[in-house]
């Protein structure tokens, strides 16, 4: 599987951008996908996940009413729409695939290349 994410930017807190990540698998229904980011110098941690059907969803405390995981698996794509924006927001965000839910991030099998966000004060 291969995955490319896209939409990141520069833009002003309280800001919004649209993250997609676009799947090359056949069966990219059957995948659960996350989002994770990764801030200058930070561990990289999950922001949200979502299962290959799209019932089962997750959100990293920090995000919680401010981004919203979403899937459409006729165009092989997942969204991360992100509201509310703020500088600690600020980090390079990965999209990552794996046939079951998986719990720690090291458990993805595949991953995209990573799309930058900077959110300025």
């Known amino acids: 599987v291969q995955l490319q994410a896209c939409g990141g930017g520069l833009v002003l807190a309280g800001g919004s951008l649209r993250l997609s990540c676009v799947a090359s698998?056949?069966?990219?229904?059957?995948?659960?996908v996350g989002w994770l980011r990764q801030p200058p110098g930070k561990e990289r941690e999950f922001v949200a996940r979502?299962?290959?059907?799209?019932?089962?969803?997750s959100y990293v405390d920090s995000v919680k009413g401010r981004f919203t995981i979403s899937r459409d698996n006729a165009k092989n794509t997942v969204y991360l729409q992100m509201t509310s924006l703020k500088p600690e927001d600020s980090a390079v965000y990965y999209c990552?695939?794996?046939?079951?839910?998986?719990?720690?991030?090291?458990?993805?099998?595949?991953w995209g290349q990573g799309t930058l966000v900077t959110v300025s004060s």
């Open positions: 990552a695939a794996n046939p079951t839910w998986v719990v720690r991030a090291s458990d993805y099998d595949f």
């Open positions: 698998a056949r069966t990219f229904s059957s995948y659960a």
């Open positions: 979502i299962s290959g059907d799209g019932r089962i969803i």
